[in-house]
């Protein structure tokens, strides 16, 4: 089993900066690629961006050039840089991982989020 433990969420003025992190911890064959979701209020969940183990990034297009996926592969730790932040981005922050168990079979975990509001 895989757990996903998110950190760094906070308020944070328009136009600020913030990152947040998400660590991944458990016995797992490997971990494949790595995102963030989020949430807002009356709102679907929606990809902000992922990660591969290679590097390969996606971004959504209401966050590109404002937003920075990166990983550490040795950490199981994903990162999101938001620069720029606008009020729009306020949500619960999901982090999620696709990996592959032990049985070779691909497995999909979730945190349990982080709220990020951006707020004057």
């Known amino acids: 089993q895989v757990q996903l433990v998110e950190s760094g969420g906070g308020v944070v003025q328009p136009g600020g900066s913030l990152r947040i992190s998400c660590a991944a911890s458990?016995?797992?064959?490997?971990?494949?690629?790595m995102g963030w979701h989020r949430q807002a209020p009356g709102k679907e969940r929606e990809l902000v961006a992922d990660?591969?183990?290679?590097?390969?990034?996606n971004y959504a297009d209401s966050v590109k050039g404002r937003f920075t996926i990166s990983r550490d592969n040795a950490k199981n730790t994903v990162y999101l840089q938001m620069n720029s932040l606008k009020p729009e981005d306020t949500a619960v922050y999901y982090c999620?991982?696709?990996?592959?168990?032990?049985?070779?079979?691909?497995?999909?975990?979730w945190g349990q989020g982080t709220q990020v509001t951006v707020s004057s």
């Open positions: 458990g016995s797992i064959f490997s971990i494949n690629s």
């Open positions: 990660i591969t183990r290679g590097g390969n990034t």
């Open positions: 999620n991982a696709v990996g592959t168990d032990w049985a070779l079979i691909t497995r999909y975990y």
